[in-house]
């Protein structure tokens, strides 16, 4: 059986890895969500970003609160992974333009481009002093703002099911971070948790419909 208290103690042993390690792994974990097209990948990064989230949550919030954050973030870590193994494991996107630079396609290295000066953007305003919320910690503060404004990129980015949703998911990250700043209570921590299990839900079905058109649409062409 699970033991919570003692996972929880495995936390503060951990405590290096809530600094700036953590900052750097939500800033590449979003940069892949927002880049990559391959599901494994995508199913891996979520993982390891919400795993990293988690960690900076121990700045803002009690041990046991925080581990119910983990724990929400797990459960919608498993719906995300079986829905993606639902869709097939293949490339959400096909045809990804004229390869060039590093063989990557135009629209892979546009989605590059972006990637970066989005992340510009959320560097500037962590550092720009202009926050109308009080600021826990300035890494905390930074990796939520680059997780915000990562998840609304992928958002204009794709209008495949599981890209929007991880765009969301992404964007909920940064911005309970924020939030959980400002309010730090259970009830808030509770209502951040079912929206993004909904989320997780929405996607799940989003994908189903996605992928029983498709053999409908591929049943009627045979």
Not at 96 to 110: I, N, P, Q
Not at 120 to 143: Q, R
Not at 173 to 191: H, I, K, N, R
Request: net charge positive; aromatic share 10%.
């Amino acid at each position: 059986m699970f033991n919570m208290p003692g996972a929880l103690e495995i936390i503060p042993r951990l405590a290096y890895w809530t600094g700036p390690p953590a900052v750097a792994a939500v800033l590449v974990t979003a940069a892949l969500l927002g880049i990559a097209e391959d599901r494994r990948l995508l199913v891996f990064a979520l993982a390891t970003q919400y795993l990293f989230v988690g960690l900076l949550y121990t700045h803002l919030l009690a041990l046991p609160i925080a581990g119910i954050k983990m724990m929400a973030g797990l459960i919608v870590w498993l719906i995300v992974f079986l829905s993606a193994q639902q869709g097939g494991w293949q490339p959400v996107l096909t045809g990804s333009g004229t390869h060039g630079l590093w063989g990557l396609g135009a629209r892979a290295r546009f989605r590059v481009f972006a990637v970066i000066l989005v992340a510009l953007i959320g560097w500037k305003l962590a550092t720009s002093g202009v926050m109308p919320f009080p600021v826990a910690s300035e890494h905390v503060t930074f990796g939520a703002l680059q997780l915000a404004c990562q998840g609304l990129l992928m958002l204009g980015l794709t209008g495949r099911p599981l890209k929007t949703g991880l765009g969301i998911l992404t964007f909920l990250s940064g911005f309970g971070l924020l939030y959980s700043g400002v309010e730090p209570a259970l009830l808030v921590v509770g209502v951040l948790a079912v929206v993004d299990v909904a989320v997780a839900l929405a996607i799940s079905y989003l994908i189903s419909a996605d992928v029983t058109s498709g053999r409908f649409a591929h049943g009627v062409k045979r």
